[in-house]
């Protein structure tokens, strides 16, 4: 299997609770290309329940969307600027600076919840990403990100 985008964060940048490697408590969410997309698979537990039984609470959503779209930003950049993740080069890592996120019906507990990012565009440090989390194949969230390159 390819390595997933997260497998290329320097150690300092791998304490994230919902990505990093170096986080033994986290999701260790893992992210990859599928084509011009990209995407990320988890299959929360039942401690990550909601207020409706059987369904996903809004916070772990939003933060697989967020995790996700980060890891999104930085690979669009990387094959923006026709580089390769890992090529010893200065790491690109992005923060979130706005995420928007519409919960469009409960998310399914127990199944795999499939996340997908677009590239909307790249202006500098600037990268805008459109997302989507799907379980049961269904559309379960949207959200729109504003990720920010941060100076190394």
């Given at each position: 299997?390819?390595?997933?985008?997260?497998?290329?964060y320097p150690?300092?940048?791998?304490h994230?609770y919902?990505?990093?490697?170096?986080?033994p408590q986290?999701?260790?969410?893992k992210?990859y290309?599928d084509?011009?997309?990209?995407?990320?698979?988890?299959?929360?537990?039942?401690?990550y329940?909601?207020g409706?039984?059987?369904?996903?609470?809004g916070?772990m959503v939003?933060?697989?969307?967020?995790?996700h779209?980060?890891a999104?930003?930085?690979?669009?950049?990387?094959?923006a600027?026709n580089?390769?993740m890992?090529d010893?080069?200065?790491?690109?890592?992005?923060?979130?600076?706005?995420?928007k996120v519409?919960f469009?019906k409960p998310?399914?507990m127990g199944v795999e919840?499939?996340v997908?990012g677009?590239?909307?565009s790249?202006?500098?440090r600037?990268v805008?990403?459109?997302l989507?989390l799907?379980?049961?194949?269904g559309?379960?969230?949207?959200?729109?990100?504003?990720a920010?390159?941060?100076?190394?």
């Amino acid at each position: 299997m390819t390595a997933a985008f997260q497998d290329f964060y320097p150690d300092e940048f791998s304490h994230c609770y919902g990505c990093g490697s170096q986080n033994p408590q986290g999701h260790h969410l893992k992210s990859y290309w599928d084509g011009e997309e990209t995407i990320a698979r988890f299959t929360p537990d039942a401690k990550y329940s909601g207020g409706v039984p059987e369904h996903v609470y809004g916070g772990m959503v939003a933060s697989l969307l967020d995790c996700h779209g980060t890891a999104s930003a930085a690979a669009f950049t990387y094959r923006a600027l026709n580089r390769e993740m890992g090529d010893g080069g200065d790491p690109v890592r992005f923060v979130t600076a706005s995420l928007k996120v519409d919960f469009l019906k409960p998310t399914p507990m127990g199944v795999e919840l499939v996340v997908r990012g677009k590239l909307r565009s790249i202006d500098g440090r600037k990268v805008w990403v459109d997302l989507s989390l799907t379980g049961n194949d269904g559309i379960c969230a949207k959200g729109e990100m504003l990720a920010i390159r941060l100076r190394t």
